[in-house]
């Protein structure tokens, strides 16, 4: 069963924009990428399965035509 938030602490909530709270270590794709959105695997509203306790992040790349897609699980 992933993490609670009790046990994850403050940051783990799923936003769009901001900065992202990295679950593991730094991790942007290669290039010139905006973060965009970070999704919690596991919210009230929904589940996601990104492995155990893990959170899916976002990015646009510097001319808005592409986007990039990454998770980090425990």
Not at 35 to 44: A, V
Request: aromatic share 18%; hydrophobic share 35%.
């Amino acid at each position: 069963m992933p993490a609670s938030h009790a046990e994850l602490g403050e940051g783990w909530d799923s936003r769009l924009g901001g900065s992202p709270t990295w679950l593991r270590d730094e991790e942007y794709p290669p290039g010139d990428w905006t973060f965009l959105f970070q999704l919690e695997g596991r919210d009230e509203f929904y589940e996601v399965n990104f492995g155990d306790a893990g959170v899916g992040y976002g990015f646009l790349s510097a001319d808005g035509k592409e986007g990039r897609f990454l998770w980090q699980c425990a």
